[in-house]
T-cell receptor, first 117, second 111 residues
Framework: ETGVTQSPTHLIKTRGQQVTLRCSSQ?????VSWYQQALGQGPQFIFQ???????GRGNFPPRFSGLQFPNYSSELNVNALELDDSALYLC????????????????FGPGTRLLVL | DQQVKQNSPSLSVQEGRISILNCDYT??????FLWYKKYPAEGPTFLIS?????DKNEDGRFTVFLNKSAKHLSLHIVPSQPGDSAVYFC??????????FGQGTILTVHP
């Protein structure tokens, strides 16, 4: 059984550019959540995807968007990058039993370190 | 509005002794809580969780205590080992949806 994987591991972009981060969920999991972790802070929830639909969103602007694919992998897209977007981006997968139903513990990938210059 | 707070940025403990990490929360809607451990350059690793209907959950050397009236939870590690040195995050969740994390506590276990 493979765990949660993320790519790339590191990325350097310049202000105004766009970035796509990828996540493969753990086998048997149908839900993916994305978090942003700034230096010295705890992870902040961006959004969650369940069965290819957004299933909750945190306090992030619309230039943060996502997708979930039929195999439950996911992408996080950030447009018009700003310096403050520099952070570790974490993906977590879990299994949810039905929309709005109880789910299980979220398991995290290793993260993608994004630096915006 | 910080719904989950870990007021101690760091904790230093001798090997073999008990480590106690604390966490306070304000959101009464949280129905479960989790502790994660994070090493540098890795993602958070799940340690232990507790439902809001319980006051204690134990797994090996790790025990989590929940005091709902005080809106306080703690993680006890006994005995502490040097490999436990990491950043520890507590998090609260509602129906296994989004997790709200504290800022983390750096635990250092000295040999």
């Amino acid at each position: 059984e493979t765990g949660v994987t993320q790519s790339p591991t590191h990325l350097i972009k310049t202000r105004g550019q766009q970035v796509t981060l990828r996540c493969s969920s753990q086998s048997g999991h149908n839900t993916v959540s994305w978090y942003q972790q700034a230096l010295g802070q705890g992870p902040q929830f961006i959004f969650q995807y369940y069965r290819e639909e957004e299933n909750g969103r945190g306090n992030f602007p619309p230039r943060f968007s996502g997708l979930q694919f039929p195999n439950y992998s996911s992408e996080l897209n950030v447009n018009a990058l700003e310096l403050d977007d520099s952070a570790l981006y974490l993906c977590a997968s879990s299994h949810q039993r039905g929309s709005g139903g109880a789910g299980e513990t979220q398991y995290f990938g290793p993260g993608t370190r994004l630096l915006v210059l | 509005d910080q719904q989950v707070k870990q007021n101690s940025p760091s904790l230093s403990v001798q090997e073999g002794r008990i480590s106690i990490l604390n966490c306070d929360y304000t959101n009464s809607m949280f129905d479960y809580f989790l502790w994660y451990k994070k090493y540098p350059a890795e993602g958070p690793t799940f340690l232990i969780s507790i439902s809001s209907i319980k006051d204690k959950n134990e797994d090996g050397r790790f025990t989590v205590f929940l005091n709902k009236s005080a809106k306080h939870l703690s993680l006890h590690i006994v005995p502490s080992q040097p490999g436990d040195s990491a950043v520890y995050f507590c998090a609260g969740g509602v129906s296994y949806g989004k997790l709200t994390f504290g800022q983390g506590t750096i635990l250092t276990v000295h040999p």
